[in-house]
């Protein structure tokens, strides 16, 4: 698919980025990417991206970025690095952008071929094993950019994070741009009106077990919901990894999809969200305000931390339950509940923050590879 024409000769003033994100299980660190291209493409001008992806192609198709598949597996490394080379042969990119993991098919072609590197590390298993295991493949990296406030990384792992010798930038939570769109068209869409209240289900990439295992207990909590509020609607959004069938639209089910490119506009509708606890979509959930019960996937290991701190900081979010009949009681009431402004208005501001510094540091970085004697960034272009 090519939205943009990437592979012209560059123009003179034209930054290029490369970005790297995995997508496997989930849809955490291609989401993640895509927003930050969205503020980098706001804040910057003339810049052009390009993504290299692992899957996901129906979840980037519709923001317009051009992309190119490379394969993930380590039996296949060779063939990713030999496309990663014809790619930079080709874009020709002044920055490259990692998404929590750096694949050695990938970074070493951008090695030889002194093209300054970028990692954003969302705290968990993979950036830790990255910084265990393969510190050394951090050599070629200019810039660590963390999507957290520093208070909320654990002492060990700001300790780990040290290690990396290059500059390390807390940037604080990132949240994807609000699409500036009317919820009157959805509701239209969907046949609803302002009177019913809507219970969103969202599962990420709908890859874990559990993703099923909530669609279930909701399925199954029909009657009881459906008793205390009549006009109680329940929209569901898998993932595109969700491997069961889709249930069937009823009295209960207004609309079920396995993805949907615009999931703002579907938060902006709800009157509860039930989901699991991934770091896009509890920050999601964080800056709405809208009554939450967040069911973290023990399988990802910082899922159950991040519920738990996010419960504590917001009144609004709750950790479910992966009982039937506690999630039942937990959705009705929610339903009860209004939207909670109280907090999310130091959250927006940490959020702008963080939006603020990532696009202030990509650009210095970018400048500084336009003009190395400026150097305004902290960055040393000798090293």
């Known amino acids: 698919m090519v939205k943009n024409l990437w592979f012209l000769p560059k123009k003179p003033d034209e930054k290029r980025i490369l970005f790297h994100a995995i997508n496997h299980i989930g849809l955490g660190h291609l989401n993640r990417s895509i927003a930050v291209a969205q503020w980098l493409k706001a804040g910057i001008s003339d810049v052009q991206v390009l993504f290299l992806i692992e899957g996901g192609e129906d979840f980037i198709e519709p923001t317009g970025f051009p992309w190119i598949i490379v394969p993930g597996q380590a039996s296949e490394s060779e063939h990713c690095e030999q496309i990663t080379r014809t790619v930079l042969n080709v874009f020709r990119p002044n920055l490259m952008i990692h998404d929590t993991l750096i694949r050695e098919a990938i970074n070493r072609p951008a090695r030889d071929e002194g093209i300054r590197q970028v990692l954003i590390g969302r705290i968990g298993d993979v950036l830790r094993d990255q910084l265990r295991y393969n510190l050394s493949m951090m050599l070629g990296v200019d810039l660590l950019l963390i999507p957290h406030g520093r208070e909320e990384v654990l002492p060990l792992d700001q300790a780990l994070i040290a290690q990396y010798a290059g500059k390390t930038v807390y940037t604080g939570p990132l949240v994807r741009r609000k699409d500036q769109v009317s919820s009157d068209d959805l509701w239209q869409k969907l046949g609803l ?67 949907e490119p615009s999931l703002t506009d579907y938060f902006n509708i709800a009157s509860v969200v039930v989901c699991m606890a991934g770091y896009n979509t509890i920050n999601e959930v964080a800056a709405s305000g809208i009554p939450t019960i967040s069911i973290p996937a023990v399988e990802a290991e910082d899922q159950v931390g991040r519920v738990e701190a996010y419960a504590q900081r917001f009144p609004h979010i709750v950790l479910g339950s992966t009982d039937a009949k506690e999630l039942t009681y937990q959705v009705i009431g929610a339903l009860e509940k209004e939207r909670d402004f109280s907090a999310i208005q130091e959250f927006w501001q940490q959020a702008e923050a963080a939006t603020q510094s990532l696009v202030k540091e990509i650009e210095c970085l970018l400048d500084d590879i336009k003009e190395p004697a400026a150097s305004r960034c902290g960055f040393n272009p000798g090293e």
């Open 193 to 259: 009106s302002k009177k019913h209240k809507v219970i969103l289900a969202t599962f990420g990439g709908g890859g874990y077990d559990l993703a099923r295992d909530i669609l279930t207990n909701l399925l199954a909590a029909r009657a009881p919901i459906l008793d205390r509020y009549p006009q109680a609607k329940l929209i569901v959004i898998s993932g595109p990894h969700f491997s069961d069938a889709l249930p069937e639209v009823d009295e209960f089910v207004c609309y079920a999809s396995r993805f």
